[in-house]
């Protein structure tokens, strides 16, 4: 193949071969101009052995931009880039999730261009795409207004009504920190030369006349960012730092229809609805004190119920599964983190030490130290292997002011740790069964759906982690066959590997389709070396055990908090702190009520009797906003055929049924953990 043609392999098997300089565009329009017009970027892979084209170009390659980065990474360019290497080529369409942050980064220029038009004055810092919208910082002396917003938005529109082209452009970095300079553009010198080399050549991409400094890649024109809704102004210190100028960041969301848009905000006004503070409260569940400090829980009763169930489970789950239970002390000394490595690699996620009258001691951020040190209290055998240590520790952790979220993100809480012992021939099956355990406690807690990441190591950033390259390999090859022989699909994410070793995330997904992080397994061949660990081998000789972090819940408070959102507070009756509410009609039918109440907590029902000399429709509708599962109501009928009027959550009245038929029912629901009444 002459080096004025490159190969361009397709998704189906296709390869073309095209003169170097042809576009995705083009190549987009041989093949259908429909998939053209559906198309918003491309997704260029590097062929393995493929080298730069030899075609001479005023502007540097695509490769040349990218050098920094992995070179066998796929990558996202504008529809109008130059092929001028070997790639895989796959065309983006606006159904594809990395099309939807390609529209909002685009979508945050078109805000940066109408604030420019109609107030001129304003410096621009940077706009980058999020997981829910979009932002951009800006610097004016007068603060923008909620009316300054609205008329944005509608300048806004005008932009994308024009159509423009995104155009990306180069220009020598010096004559770009020249002209920023010049204009007092203090933001957009500093990411100049902090993003680019000396000599380079610097990316910008033009929208009419609006040019900002940017890597891309955008949509094809402005006339894309077809449904775009500006939600938030806030503010933001230059860099983080609060002696520096403060910002101006407005907030926005974008899609590729208004229809999409329209369905995000009403998955907004949804979780609102569903906020675990505000129902928390609502419910009497929990609550976080000014005076003891933010980020500390206090369990009320209601609360303390639901966690109890919680944890009766996991302790019985977890000694059905071969797990030791243990517990630790919340404070140890200082010496033991700094063996452990968490007094260096965690310090700055700690409390600062305590200085009594024997050393120095520090809060536990987490329990693995501990069961550390259980495990090497006695001597272990290969027989005694694997050891799984269980614990529902209390553990804090310093989180900054601003940061914490109600029951999300908290100071204290308390961690459903494990830490499991074993050789290194019986860890893939370790991590097959903790990854079994993962998943029955999100389908007994009724989540349906979750997604899987495996969180490995930068070997070019060696200062963050711990251990040798042989053992990293080890460990990422562990986890990877695991996952494998569960058959389970994964994204791996280089770079997000605790400094002992490698992890797997799972992050359910709850019914708002909202993802959440909470069950880990993590491989750790650190702390086992640091401790001196040993067992003794069926050789007779002293080897060094492997370790798996493992935590499902992730914390109790974090599940917990996700439970009440996942059902808006409306509990299952098996988790529900009050399962059966009664309601007798007058006083007297007090006595029933207590013989209705007997019988329900002998069964093991949770029963709250409502006594009160008030209107039965006034109890009934305490009881449901309590979103208690059922509510028994009772008078002379049901009293003389033993009977109770049942009225079921969400279903309303159901009629009357013998007391012991309703029983039996709520028994069996209870004991099956049905999330259904």
């Known amino acids: 193949m002459s080096q004025e043609t490159i190969a361009v392999h397709l998704p189906d098997g296709a390869v073309r071969e095209v003169p170097a300089g042809t576009t995705p565009l083009e190549i987009a329009n041989s093949i259908s101009p429909r998939l053209a017009a559906a198309s918003v970027v491309a997704r260029l892979t590097p062929l393995a052995g493929s080298k730069l084209n030899a075609t001479t170009t005023e502007q540097p390659s695509e490769a040349a931009m990218y050098a920094a980065e992995d070179a066998a990474a796929p ?76 008329a944005i938005e509608k300048k806004m529109a005008e932009v994308v009504a024009r159509d423009d082209k995104f155009v990306r452009e180069y220009e020598p970095r010096e004559q770009a920190l020249e002209e920023f300079s010049r204009d007092g553009d203090f933001m957009k010198t500093h990411f100049v030369s902090k993003f680019t080399e000396p000599g380079s050549q610097v990316s910008f991409y033009r929208n009419g006349k609006f040019v900002d400094f940017c890597r891309g890649p955008h949509v094809p024109s402005t006339g894309r960012v077809k449904a775009v809704k500006l939600t938030a102004l806030a503010g933001a210190y230059w860099l983080g730092d609060e002696k520096n100028p403060q910002l101006q960041r407005i907030h926005g969301t974008a899609f590729f229809t208004q229809k999409a848009l329209d369905e995000h905000f009403a998955r907004l006004e949804e979780a609102a609805k569903r906020d675990h503070r505000l129902l928390g409260k609502q419910l009497d569940l929990f609550s976080i004190q000014e005076l003891a400090g933010p980020g500390l829980v206090f369990w009320h009763p209601k609360g303390s119920i639901v966690r109890k169930v919680m944890e009766d489970w996991m302790r019985e789950e977890c000694l059905r599964r071969g797990y030791l239970l243990v517990f630790t002390p919340h404070v140890m000394k200082r010496e033991l983190w700094k063996v452990s490595g968490h007094d260096g690699y965690y310090s700055s996620n700690m409390y600062t030490p305590m200085e009594l009258d024997d050393a120095e001691y520090r809060l536990k951020p987490m329990n693995c130290p501990g069961h550390i040190l259980i495990y090497k209290n006695s001597p272990k055998s290969y027989r005694d292997l694997p050891q799984r240590y269980a614990e529902l520790g209390n553990v804090y952790r310093y989180e900054r002011s601003g940061t914490m979220h109600g029951l999300l993100r908290v100071r204290g809480f308390t961690q459903d740790d494990a830490h499991i012992f074993c050789m290194p021939s019986q860890i893939e099956d370790e991590v097959v069964a903790c990854i079994d355990f993962a998943e029955s406690v999100l389908t007994t807690f009724g989540f349906k759906e979750f997604k899987v990441e495996l969180s490995t190591w930068d070997p070019n950033d060696r200062a963050k982690y711990a251990g040798s390259d042989d053992n990293w390999a080890l460990a990422v090859g562990g986890l990877e066959r695991a996952l494998d022989r569960k058959g389970i699909a994964y994204k791996t994410i280089p770079g997000e590997a605790a400094f002992y070793g490698p992890k797997i995330d799972v992050k359910l997904v709850d019914v708002l389709g909202r993802l959440w992080q909470l069950s880990t397994v993590q491989f750790d061949f650190t702390l086992p070396a640091r401790f001196e660990l040993e067992y003794v081998g069926e050789d007779g000789e002293r080897h060094q055990p492997v370790m798996v972090h493992r935590a499902l819940f992730g914390s109790v408070e974090r599940f917990f908090g996700v439970l009440i959102e996942h059902y808006a507070g409306a509990f299952p009756l098996w988790l529900a702190p009050v399962q059966v509410g009664l309601v007798p009609i007058s006083e007297r039918h007090l006595a029933y009520a207590e013989k209705v109440e007997s019988e329900l907590k002998a069964a093991g029902l949770r029963v709250e009797v409502d006594g009160r000399n008030e209107k039965m429709n006034a109890k009934i509708r305490d009881f449901a906003n309590q979103k208690t599962p059922y509510i028994l109501v009772f008078g002379d009928k049901e009293e003389t055929t033993a009977s109770v009027s049942v009225r079921t959550r969400g279903k309303g009245d159901q009629g009357s049924v013998p007391l012991a038929e309703f029983v039996a029912k709520a028994q069996s629901l209870v004991k099956g953990q049905s999330t259904e009444l």
Not at 91 to 96: G, H, T
Not at 127 to 134: K, R, V
């Open 75 to 150: 990558r996202l360019v504008d529809l109008a880039t130059p092929l001028t290497e070997d790639t895989r080529l796959e065309l983006v369409k606006e159904s594809d999730p990395e099309a939807l942050k390609v529209v909002r980064h685009s979508a945050a220029h078109v805000m940066a261009t109408a604030v420019l038009e109609l107030f001129p004055e304003t410096k621009l810092g940077h706009g980058p795409a999020t997981d829910s919208g979009f932002f951009y910082d800006f610097y004016r002396e007068r603060p923008f207004t909620p009316d300054d917003l609205a």
